[in-house]
């Protein structure tokens, strides 16, 4: 299975693609209107409002929670 | 193409990874690496050619834990499901792991800084799933008006301490033996 490269998602279906693209290696959640990618600070943004609004964490700790996850993932790679 | 040597250390390293999980849910993560290694089957030393401290060795092996029930719970869920088999699925993905996820939950706050904010993450699978759902029923007005956070650490706070005081409340897997009591009264106190 494919996992997005940008927030780690598995993608299974076709509408878990940007776009309903299984060409596609980042996820629907990962695209901007236009079916590009967003990039590294308005992923990491929108990461950390979802922390916070779904978990209810302080701020700087979701921010660190979000770096430790964008690290691990091929789309940020050269960001760490 | 990976080399034979490349295959190798692959398998080493997951050998490892599969040995520190049986270890650590069995005696918590207080185990010593030798512990570890014995259940490997390597020598101690290997462990540390893979991987270089004991806090890089929890930080993967949470990383790989993650993954599996990322992976896990997305097959389980699907595009429209209902509240009830989200929490189904969540509870059964646990069931698969639940010593181990009682070691971690009890554990967290010894473990290395960076292996919080894996845990932090593991969680992060969740709230999205939930918060799909959530929203579609909020949609619906079929949800209290409660912030999303209280619904989801809710949630998250009523299986954590029935799996941290297992032994109040059942005898063999807490999660099996309560899922549905669990999964109901959670429901209806978030319905309207
Ligand atoms: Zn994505």
């Known amino acids: 299975m494919k996992t997005c490269i940008a927030c780690g998602m598995p993608m299974k279906k076709e509408s878990d693609f940007a776009m309903g693209d299984t060409s596609k290696e980042y996820c629907v959640y990962c695209a901007k209107e236009d079916g590009s990618m967003q990039s590294f600070e308005e992923k990491k943004q929108s990461l950390i409002n979802f922390t916070i609004k779904t978990q209810g964490l302080e701020e700087t700790v979701a921010e660190k929670a979000v770096e430790a996850m964008m690290r691990q993932l091929p789309a940020w790679k050269t960001r760490f | ?192």
Not at chain 2, 36 to 65: M, Q, W, Y
Not at chain 2, 186 to 191: A, E, G, S
């Open chain 2, 1 to 192: 193409m990976k080399t034979k040597r490349q295959i190798q250390k692959e398998a080493t390293r997951k050998l490892i990874l599969d040995a520190a999980y049986q270890v650590y849910a069995n005696e918590g993560f207080s185990a010593t690496t030798n512990q570890i290694a014995k259940a490997a089957n390597v020598s101690h030393g290997t462990i540390f050619v893979h991987f270089p401290t004991v806090d890089n060795l929890i930080i993967c092996l949470l990383e790989r834990f993650g993954s599996e029930i990322n992976e896990h719970l997305h097959l389980l869920s699907e595009k429209d499901e209902s509240l009830e088999t989200f929490l189904a699925a969540h509870i059964n993905v646990l069931i698969c792991y639940e010593d181990f996820y009682k070691r971690l939950i009890s554990e967290i706050n010894s473990l290395p800084q960076e292996a919080k904010y894996v845990f932090i993450n593991i969680q992060s699978v969740v709230s999205l799933h939930l918060n799909q759902v959530i929203e579609r029923d909020k949609e619906q007005k079929v949800v209290k008006e409660i912030p999303m956070h209280i619904i989801f650490n809710s949630w998250l706070g009523l299986i954590h301490y029935y799996l941290t005081n297992n032994y109040l409340f059942a005898a063999g897997s807490v999660l099996t033996d309560h899922k549905d009591e669990l999964i109901l009264n959670y429901i209806k106190l978030i319905r309207k």
